[in-house]
């Protein structure tokens, strides 16, 4: 049975700001990327730790693909909202999902994932290590 975290949806809520949009008020579609990272960011720290925590342990998460789909625009001032799901979790590497809404409509704009492997400092590619499988399970 998967662990409860692992299946977890984490949701993170932001106004989109005039630096992240185009010369239409259009978000660029570039700063979904960012957008995932703030969800992922938020989703460690809403499961009790955050990404500084890995750094500082010696290990790394880097992204290793990500896949984008856009559905639909958001514009200067929408509220952004990301869901973040845990989607795969693997001995090496791990997924996450997301979803970004409008959050003044709930309309799903934008799905990807991202994967990241684990490394440890000097970038070798590891096994979660041990103190990370309460957070990500095994």
Do not use: C
Request: avoid cysteine; charge should be negative.
């Amino acid at each position: 049975m998967p662990d409860q975290r692992s299946t977890a949806t984490r949701e993170t809520v932001f106004p989109a700001r005039y630096a992240e949009t185009d010369a239409m008020g259009v978000v660029h579609h570039a700063t979904y990327l960012i957008y995932f990272e703030e969800g992922r960011s938020q989703y460690m720290r809403d499961m009790g730790s955050d990404y500084a925590r890995v750094e500082a342990s010696g290990y790394q998460l880097p992204v290793t693909e990500t896949s984008i789909r856009f559905l639909g625009s958001l514009r200067y001032g929408d509220m952004v909202r990301v869901r973040t799901q845990l989607q795969e979790n693997r001995s090496r590497r791990v997924t996450f999902s997301y979803e970004i809404l409008n959050g003044n409509d709930d309309a799903v704009l934008v799905t990807g994932f991202t994967r990241h492997v684990w490394t440890d400092a000097d970038g070798k590619v590891t096994r979660v290590p041990d103190s990370w499988k309460q957070l990500f399970g095994d």
